[in-house]
């Protein structure tokens, strides 16, 4: 059995001001998506993509997931609690970010950007799609370091105990680990083979909903489901839930842009 090192969630201190970790892991995040997309554009100088047209990319990029993965969480996990609480709706520093809520965010944000700068909303997303997955898998990291998001309890050889957040000791699945190398390791390795060679118009965005879906819907078994939902209808998650119109969508979309080019 393993047992959690116990991180400090602030990373550094200066003054007044805390540097937690989990904010640092979103500057990786960003730093990521600005570093492949400069590659991308560097070694690919007939696509049509700028520099600034990343920068631009991100700014957009960014507001749709703090706006779209704080309204998620609150929408989709604990409408109650914040329709009763409105003013916490803004208390990010407490914590409660969605993924698929971020992802929302995002999708609307990349249509705004699509209509400003007149280019296919498809081609913004198979652009940015092999971007992201580093970014969410630094963001499970995040998860690991403040102790959260802990697994369902496991004797597994390499179970965990997480004694700042759980009281019980109880051994568990270190399922953050799982979810960056599924989410963030794996996801990236297949988008961006996939994305190497050319590829139907809104393909590359298609195989990202099947993957991601497929990979959290996988990660979600071994994740112990939030406290205040607990286990939904066919004894499933919320993010099992959430993960299965992406899939759907993906098998979708992924037929209708091979269709197109045939």
């Known amino acids: 059995m393993l047992v959690h090192p116990g991180f400090d969630p602030i990373a550094l201190k200066l003054g007044p001001l805390a540097v ?3 904010g640092l892991m979103y500057l990786l995040a960003f730093v990521a998506v600005i570093f492949l997309g400069r590659y991308r554009i560097k070694t690919r100088p007939n696509s049509g993509w700028s520099i600034q047209m990343l920068d631009d990319i991100l700014f957009f990029g960014v507001l749709g997931v703090v706006l779209g993965g704080r309204l998620g969480y609150v929408l989709f996990y604990k409408p109650d609690y914040y329709f009763s609480h409105p003013l916490e709706i803004f ?4 914590g409660g970010m969605s993924f698929h809520g971020g992802f929302l965010g ?3 944000a990349m249509w705004f950007y699509s209509r400003r700068v007149g280019i296919s909303w498809l081609m913004i997303t198979d652009f940015i799609a092999p971007l992201t997955p580093l970014g969410l898998g630094f ?3 995040g998860n690991f370091i403040n102790a959260e998001l802990w697994g369902r309890a496991t004797d597994l050889p390499w179970a965990m105990v997480f004694p700042t957040t759980d009281p019980t000791l109880t051994p568990r699945h270190p399922s953050q680990l799982y979810e960056f ?3 963030g390791v794996a996801l990236f390795t297949l988008l961006w083979w996939y994305s190497s060679r050319p590829r139907p118009t809104g393909a590359v965005s298609a195989v990202f909903l099947i993957a991601y879906g497929a990979f959290r819907f996988i990660a979600e078994f071994a994740r112990e489901p939030d406290a205040f939902l607990g286990y939904l209808a066919l004894h ?3 993010g099992q839930w959430l993960s299965l119109p992406m899939i759907l969508a993906g098998v979708w979309m992924l037929r209708w842009s091979h269709g197109r080019r045939s």
């Open 20 to 22: 937690r970790w989990y």
């Open 91 to 94: 208390y990010v520093w407490e």
């Open 106 to 108: 995002v999708l609307i």
């Open 139 to 141: 963001g499970r990291i």
């Open 181 to 183: 190398g599924l989410e």
């Open 236 to 238: 499933l998650s919320m």
